[in-house]
């Protein structure tokens, strides 16, 4: 059997629930598919997703590094950029960049409240 994978899913470090869920759910639109925490009280470690783009959030110390960039291939990249410019969010106005590279295309780089960056790419 060959080497082959299945997904690849960026381990992101946060140090506050509440923002984490205020930026990833409420802005960027994500659905928290389950977290796990030991007790109410300790560090919790959560999956949030939106269509393919998966993403662990870790209040762990020791997973993941702050400051991590995570380039993300998209389509509908215009699209979300409007989304997010419609929305009442005032820590962060991304604009809309052309894709590294490639005439044409479209990036959008978010930076989380924690200095994690997702830089979101559609190529044509």
Not at 45 to 59: A, I, K, N, P
Not at 69 to 98: I, S, T
């Amino acid at each position: 059997m060959s080497f082959a994978v299945d997904r690849v899913v960026p381990i992101l470090r946060i140090f506050d629930r509440d923002r984490a869920h205020e930026f990833y759910v409420d802005y960027l639109g994500c659905t928290v598919d389950w977290t796990h925490s030991v007790d109410d009280e300790g560090p919790t470690y959560t999956q949030v997703s939106r269509g393919d783009l998966v993403l662990h959030l870790s209040e762990h110390h020791g997973d993941g590094t702050p400051g991590t960039v995570v380039y993300v291939g998209a389509r509908g990249v215009r699209e979300l950029h409007a989304e997010l410019a419609a929305k009442d969010y005032p820590f962060l106005h991304p604009g809309l960049e052309p894709s590294p590279g490639d005439e044409g295309g479209a990036c959008i780089t978010l930076l989380d409240p924690f200095g994690n960056t997702l830089r979101l790419d559609e190529r044509r």
